[in-house]
Each structure stands twice: as C-alpha cells, then as structure tokens.
C-alpha cells in the first residue's frame, strides 16, 4: 500500500472513531435531558399533589363554616383553623391562588375572632379570585367582607360605599338573598351612627325579601338584628317580645345553632330586667344546645353569661368557675372578643370580691384587647371596672382618670350605657378632691 493510501486509510479510521465519540457523547447528552425532563416533571407532579393535599385539607377544615356571615351571630370557629390559616398562607406565598369561595370563609373566620388586619387580607384576596373567575356573587360577597372589617375599623363610609357596591352586583344578577344580607349589613352601619330609623328601614326591608323567598336564616338573622337594636337602646320588653317571635322561627325551621343563640339573646333581656331566675334558664338551655352541637364559640359565650348570672347573685366562686371555662374555651379557638369579655367579667368578680389589685391586672388586659379590636363599649365597661378598683385603694385621682376615660367613650359612641351614674361618680370625686386637705 503506497504512502498516499496508507494516510487516506489512516484518516477514515480517525473519522470514524471521532464519530463515534460524538455519537456517545449525543446519547450521554440525550440521556441527561430525558433524565432532567423526568426529574423536573416528577417534581412539579409531587408539588401538585401537594398542593392539592394542602387544598383538600383546608377544605376539609372549613367545610361546615358559611362563605358569608351574620356580624352579630358569626360561625362556630373549627380548632384547626390555625392549620387552614398556615397551609393557605403556604399556598398563596407560592404564588398560586385559592378559589374565592375558600378565602371568603377564611376572612369570615379572622373577621369573627377580631383579627381584622387578617380578614382583610383574606377578603382583598378573595376579591380578586372572583373578579379572575368573574363570578358576580363571590365579587358582592368579597365586597361585603371588605366593607363588615371597614366598619370595624370605624370607616363608616367606606363600609357603606362597599355594601352599596356589593347590593348593586346582587341586584343585577337578581339574587335577593344576596340582597337582604348588603341591607342588613348596611342597617348595622346605621345604628354605629346611632341612626336607628335608617336602621329598622333597611332590617325591615331585608326582612320583606327574606319572607318572600323564604329564606328562613336571613329572617331569623334579620328579625334578630331588630331586636338587638331595641335590646342596645334600652327597649328591653320590645326587645324581648320580638326575640321570642324570632325563636318560635327557630323551632319552626329547625334551625338549632340559631335557636342557641337567640335563646342566649332573651337570657340577657330578662338579665338586664334582674329576671335572674329565668335569665339562667335560657342560659342553660344555649347552653345544652351548644354544647350537642360542639360549638365551642356558643358555649364560651353561654359560660361567660350564666357567670354574670351567679355574679348578680355574689355567688362569686360560681361566677368566677363559669367565667374561667368560657375563658379557657375562647382561648381555645382563637376568639379575641369572647377572651376580652371573659377577662373583663373575671375582673369584675374580683372587684366585687373587694380584691383591687386582681381586678386591676384582669381588666387592664380586657381594655387593651378591647382597643385593639375597637370595641367601644367593652373599653367602656372594663375602664369603668378599672375606676371601681382605684376607688377602693384610695387613688381618686386615677379613678377620676377612668371614670372620665369611660363618660368620652360613652358621648363619642353614643353607647348603651349608664351615664348618670358615671357622672355621678365623677362629680363626688371632684368635690372630694377639692374638699381634701389644703397645705
């Protein structure tokens, strides 16, 4: 084989084996990408799955609580709410969504325990998973929940501009139930202006679709309303007369979690009337109902009122037992208004004791969880409590403090309270003070 063929074959062999090569590295390459595409699909696949695991536990958590809620009656708060509450935020951090309806239960929930920053942000992102979705109902309800923490938070207008807003979208897709609630949660903005004639004019209207439609939970929840009005303004017998039109609907519709509130409503009435006797009776039959349906909230409240019961009476160790469990149980489930008003009433119990020091820590806890859910009249009655206290260790000029503290919130709120006798006090400190020794 000449020199010329030797080098030619020397050549081939060379391309041959440099194609080789690159033809194992191709399949090496190949090989990684599909293992790549394998491992990124396996992973995005675990990821959905988790996701719809965590999607699926929510719902699970929240299944029995309603997309929308009554202000005055809110829902049963589940003990795991505090795990939905984790795993959502999980979700929505990741950058994805929940569906509207979901959020809106979620809102309802921060919004009942008093967590108004949170609400509002479960309700601003419910709002926009509806308008996403363009369902005009879960856009009216997202605008209600905006416009029930708005309220709250003392924006009255921007509450009221929202309920409107949310009653306009109910009325366009004729969804009258939808109607009834904008209107009862507009009456509720009213009577926070003390303009009760707005008030019963919207209830009563909402009251006429209810009927109408035969929606028996709006008219419980609107006619219960009304009489809550009368209860606040000191039309106790009203109040009464028309609370028990709204337990016979109770009964009727067997409606039990509703029947447990109302029957707690009239137990107050015949309280404030010192009807102590038939007071418990509708307290312990709340009671018994909330506790077959394990409606932990319910049963908080029904403890905290039948201690103000035994309180009356200076059965104190009863009253402090009963404020104990509703406190225990309110702690429980997260419930801020129901911990501050335990707070406030076991306070009360050992101010009654003659014990000041006690009533003081107690109440100075209520006032400030008071203040930071903006509960007026619960920052009234716990300062009120707090003047009490300084009065019996002798320190008039702080009680002089509270006492004034409690008469500006009565007069800034117009609050159902009794403002002849904080005056009252108010005065005989002031001549006190004066009359006192002079260097």
Not at 146 to 173: C, D, F
Not at 339 to 362: F, H, M, R, T
Request: charged residues 25%; aromatic residues 8%; glycine residues 10%.
């Amino acid at each position: 084989m000449g020199k010329n063929a030797k080098k030619r074959h020397r050549e081939i062999l060379a391309s041959q084996e440099h194609g080789h090569r690159i033809g194992f590295w191709t399949v090496i390459v190949a090989a990684i990408s599909i293992f790549v595409y394998v491992v990124t699909w396996g992973i995005d696949k675990y990821q959905e799955a988790q996701k719809r695991d965590k999607v699926d536990r929510i719902l699970a958590i929240l299944e029995p609580v309603p997309e929308t809620i009554d202000p005055r009656n809110p829902p049963d708060i589940p003990l795991e709410f505090d795990s939905a509450q984790t795993l959502a935020d999980d979700i929505l951090d990741s950058g994805e969504l929940l569906d509207a309806s979901t959020l809106l239960k979620m809102g309802g929930l921060s919004y009942s325990r008093g967590n108004y920053e949170r609400a509002l942000g479960r309700y601003n992102d419910a709002l926009d998973a509806a308008r996403s979705s363009g369902d005009s109902s879960l856009i009216a309800g997202s605008l209600m929940g905006i416009g029930l923490v708005r309220h709250e938070m003392g924006e009255t207008e921007e509450a009221l501009a929202l309920h409107r807003q949310a009653l306009s979208l109910y009325r366009k897709t004729k969804y009258r139930s939808g109607v009834a609630r904008a209107l009862g949660n507009m009456a509720l903005v009213y009577i926070s202006r003390a303009d009760s004639t707005t008030a019963f004019a919207l209830l009563d209207s909402a009251l006429t679709i209810d009927r109408e439609i035969g929606d028996c939970q709006g008219e419980i929840a609107h006619g219960g309303n009304k009489a809550k009005i009368y209860h606040d303004f000191g039309f106790t017998e009203k109040a009464l007369y028309d609370f028990r039109i709204v337990l016979d609907k109770c009964i009727k519709c067997d409606l039990l979690s509703e029947e447990a509130g109302i029957r707690g409503n009239i137990g107050l009435g015949h309280y404030r009337m010192d009807d102590l006797d038939s007071s418990l009776f509708y307290h312990q039959s709340a009671l018994a109902i909330h506790t077959e349906l394990g409606e932990r909230r319910g049963m908080g409240a029904d403890f905290s009122n039948i201690g103000l019961v035994y309180l009356a009476q200076d059965l104190f160790d009863t009253a402090l037992s009963y404020f104990r469990q509703g406190l225990d149980l309110a702690e429980q489930i997260g419930d801020r208004p129901g911990i501050a008003a335990c707070l406030g009433n076991i306070g009360g119990v050992w101010g009654a004791k003659g014990i000041a020091d006690s009533a003081l820590l107690y109440c100075d806890s209520a006032v400030t969880l008071h203040d930071d859910i903006d509960d007026p009249l619960g920052e009234a009655t716990d300062m009120d409590c707090m003047a009490q206290a300084y009065l019996m260790k002798g320190e008039n000029e702080q009680a002089l403090y509270y006492y004034r503290a409690v008469l500006e919130k009565i007069d800034q709120h117009s609050l159902p309270y009794d403002r002849r006798r904080i005056v009252s006090a108010i005065h005989r400190i002031e001549m006190s003070l004066h009359s006192g020794p002079k260097d």
